[in-house]
């Protein structure tokens, strides 16, 4: 459905394009978990997943906004955290000796931060989600998905408590399953979040689906699938 559908076909500003940049990219991590998914790799997929949710949530508060110069601000958020992430990673090189500490990149990189000055850095994720109406997304799946991108302490051992032989490259058909399921869900967000820049028609298209299927019946009843 989503290759045969055309995007686009109007000029937008900066804060558009990154909606266009997270549709292209969602796309690609959607079709990356369904591999994973089809291989049973449900840790691999349930990371995915929240990275596909974190696109919707970054690409839907930049474009969310009509007014102008609202949309510029959240931009100019939007390129400061990447400018700082990006020298924070120059910086912490040049000072292990691994890139050189007079890149012409670096310095690039600091003089991109020095106009930004004026910016407040983009929110953390959390908050991004509660100002795109995403917030019920964050209490019933973010958290569960953070602990295997950041190997919380349950991740750590709780396969290990009370087991006498865990075998390696073991398939998790339960987990991938679910993982498939908040992919879904939060790759339809997306869709419906960019319809509006892109013109791509998809969002009430993907909505009906969701809602025609019995694997998201409770997910509906929770209010999730709704909004």
Same mark, same amino acid.
């Given at each position: ?5 055309? $995007? ?9 394009? $990154? ?29 995915? @997943? ?11 508060? $930049? ?7 609202? =949309? ?8 400061? =955290?990447?400018?700082? %992430? ?16 007079? /890149? &012409? *990149? ?6 991109? +931060?020095?106009?930004?000055? %004026? ?11 509660? +100002?795109?109406?995403?917030? &019920? ?16 302490? %349950?991740?750590?051992?709780?396969? +290990?408590?009370? !087991?006498?032989?865990?075998? +390696? ?9 679910? @993982?498939?399921? !908040? ?17 791509? *028609?998809?969002?009430? =298209?993907?909505?009906?689906? !969701?809602? @025609?299927?019995?694997?998201? @019946? ?5 209010? $999730?699938?709704? /909004?």
């Amino acid at each position: 459905m989503v290759l045969e559908s055309s $995007v686009g076909g109007k000029e937008t500003d900066r804060a558009g394009l $990154v909606m266009g940049g997270a549709y292209f990219h969602a796309f690609r991590r959607f079709t990356a978990i369904r591999i994973l998914v089809a291989a049973g790799a449900g840790e691999g997929a349930m990371i995915l @997943a929240r990275s596909l949710l974190s696109i919707a949530a970054r690409a839907g508060y $930049v474009d969310q906004h009509e007014d102008p110069e609202e =949309r510029e601000r959240r931009y100019r958020q939007y390129k400061k =955290r990447l400018y700082s %992430d990006a020298l924070e990673t120059l910086e912490g090189g040049a000072a292990l000796g691994i890139v050189d500490a007079d /890149r &012409p *990149d670096i310095a690039e990189t600091r003089a991109h +931060l020095a106009e930004l000055e %004026d910016s407040s850095m983009l929110p953390p994720d959390r908050q991004l989600l509660e +100002l795109v109406g995403l917030e &019920p997304f964050y209490h019933a799946f973010y958290r569960r998905l953070s602990d295997y991108q950041h190997f919380s302490l %349950d991740m750590a051992i709780g396969e +290990l408590l009370g !087991v006498e032989q865990l075998r +390696l490259g073991q398939p998790e058909p339960e987990l991938a399953r679910e @993982a498939l399921k !908040v992919a879904v869900l939060s790759y339809g967000v997306l869709l419906h979040l960019s319809e509006r820049t892109l013109e791509h *028609d998809l969002g009430q =298209r993907t909505l009906s689906l !969701v809602q @025609a299927s019995p694997d998201f @019946a409770d997910d509906a009843s929770s209010g $999730v699938n709704s /909004r």
